[in-house]
């Protein structure tokens, strides 16, 4: 196979497969972080909140805008002889920064999951704004890889 | 709207202090603000008292009544609950080590200790060794008995020999006999579990006096905020004096309400200075009040002089909504199941959200209706139509088009925002600074369309006969000239120009923002279809779990959005552009609490 076809190819996994890696273990962060905070308020006798259940999901849509950019990617593998080293950059950095969106924003869900533990619900407002911002990175590596996606095409 | 405050000042005799107070609760108008807010704090009986009241409603009322009804005060149930509650966790910590316990013996079976006893008292003594399971037949003793394997190619093997000289293969251990059996220890795990049982009983019983309880509970915080109230004020053996914030329209008859109950008390009020945080008393219009239950779960409350953005939320909400969502079917689920639950919804309080949630499910049953999607399946034709009036999947130019519409939708919001600000600071000379930024804000959505979309295609002609870079131009200065305005104008085009850059940055950035309506509507779409396709080929009884998981999952990745995304746009993007810092704290006028009864 020519490498740079394989170059090209490798770029659309690293797309999605980074992405899903940050998602993941932005996910599990939070995750653990919400279940000590439901052990938590269920011993003091607090209800169990719901809230926190959006902290430990808010990383999974990098993994959505990583497959958005991957298929994007999928009619410039075509001419992937030529545009193989770009089509693996473009990979590579939606990869990355999907992965690390994702991450810090579940380790911003998790603090956010002991905030509100401990502060009875009070400023989820201000976790959410705090999650919107490491998610907006995530947004701007999508919308910039779909300009440069566009300029293989133009 | 925003209710403007009046700050107002209370004295009476010192001997009135109580009449006094007594008055003002029943007013229910006057929010105290404590001279010395440290000392202003319930006794902590009182407070312990109402935490461990929380806890035992909290306890009690996930329970079905059963039983008779006791005949106990709510604070003794409210004691017993605790009492019960603590009992039952520590029976079942020792319920928990006896199964651990009871699994430990499970080599040794049924053997009671007193049968093991009698073989000794016969001068029969067993011993126990665990012997690799390829080395058994090298056991020598007077009787050799297999019990059974153990754990890492193990087997446990009881040797009778008189002579107590048993011989056992290398790599064999002698295990000690067992102090208990698993019979006593079976026994006792059922005294714990009908200890635990009867704990359950009790409780079940004791949850018939829940609104008992939670009238104790609105005793308590009462007696709790007649402490704060008391000590709120300043007194010496004259007079006592109080201090607190009044709706300005209730400023005027509050001495004429107070001397209509018998109190002689001097009242003054004057509006707030510059140097005053008034609370924040707000009152929806009656369109947007299903918005309070948003704001209710998150916890925010507007500054005095900042903005009541209810009425904005309660517009773009349900449609950005709509535009997450995008699918009719997941709308009438939003539509339907609070419109079902709607009386037990409204009874715990959350009447207003489940209104904003059917708002919700409506507008996205008719988003949906025009992308012509129902759970993800093409419904163009039932609606007459040859293709969906926008689709919502993955061709090229579907999503330049989504693309397009959500920045589209941005600038609006943004724009909205900063003429919102315009209006308000309107005739100062800063209104024009807001209309600068309104301008700059649509040339950045032209800038972004031509770097997103190549609408135009190249940035040259973006530059050459468009009127974008003009907005640029104009609505930046502007915005940079009348950001602090000044008789200097240099010291005004130097703050203006300090302020100018991470701000317009910061415009580009939540411009861009909004694509994240397209991005999520089209996730949620592709995955709605591809568990469509995932049931396609599966026979029916496994496409219906299928279909209804996928699509359950999908409705819940949907409500995370509305908040992650949704309400973000409001409280991050469009609140930014308007200068909201949230930091109010609300109006809670001193009053008679009446207990929940639900």
Known sequence: ?154 | MIARMAKVFVAGRSEDRDPLLEALRDLGVVHLAAVEPAQAVPRPETSDAIDRTDRALQILSGLEPAGPAPTVSAADAVAETFQIQRQAAETQSRLTALHRRILHLEPWGDVRIDQIESLRQAGVLPRFFTVPHNRVGEVRAELVHVLGPRPGRQVLVAVVDRAQEPTVPEGSTELPAPTEDRPALRKEAARLDADLHRGARRLAALAHGVPAIRKERARLQSQADWTVASRSGRGDEHLYALQGWVPEERAADLSASLEAAGLPAAVRSMPPSDEDEPPTLVRYPWWARPMEGLFKILGTVPGYREFDVSAAFMIALPIFSAILISDAGYGLIYLLLPILFYRRLAARGAAALAQLIIIIGACSVVWGLVTASLFGYDISRWLGLSEPLIAVNMVKQNIDFLMHMSILVGAIHLSAAHLWRAGVAFPRLEFLSEVGWSAFLWGIYGLVRALLLKQPPTIAQFLDGNVYPYLLLVGGALAIFFAAPSRNPLKMVGLGLAKFPLSAIGTFGDTVSYVRLMAIGLAGSTLAMAFNDMGRSLPWFAMIPVLMAGHALNVALSIISLFAHGVRLNMLEFSNNLGMQWSGYPYEPFSKRLAKEN
């Open chain 1, 1 to 154: 196979m020519d490498a740079n076809v394989f170059l090209g190819q490798l770029g659309m996994g690293l797309a999605v497969g980074m992405a899903a890696l940050g998602s993941s273990i932005g996910a599990g962060a939070a995750g653990m972080s919400a279940a000590g905070a439901w052990a938590k308020d269920a011993k003091a006798g607090k209800p169990l909140r719901f809230i926190y259940i959006i902290c430990v999901a808010a990383p999974i849509t990098q993994t959505v805008y990583g497959f958005i950019v991957m298929t994007q990617m999928a009619p410039h593998l075509a001419q992937a002889a030529t545009n193989g080293g770009i089509l693996f950059a473009i990979g590579l950095a939606t990869g990355i920064g999907e992965m690390v969106s994702a991450w810090v924003q579940g380790l911003i869900g998790a603090a956010g999951c002991r905030m509100l533990s401990d502060s009875d619900g009070k400023g989820f407002a201000f976790v959410l704004i705090a999650l919107g911002i490491a998610e907006t990175v995530g947004i701007f590596t999508l919308v910039f890889m779909l300009i440069l996606i566009g300029q293989i095409g133009g």
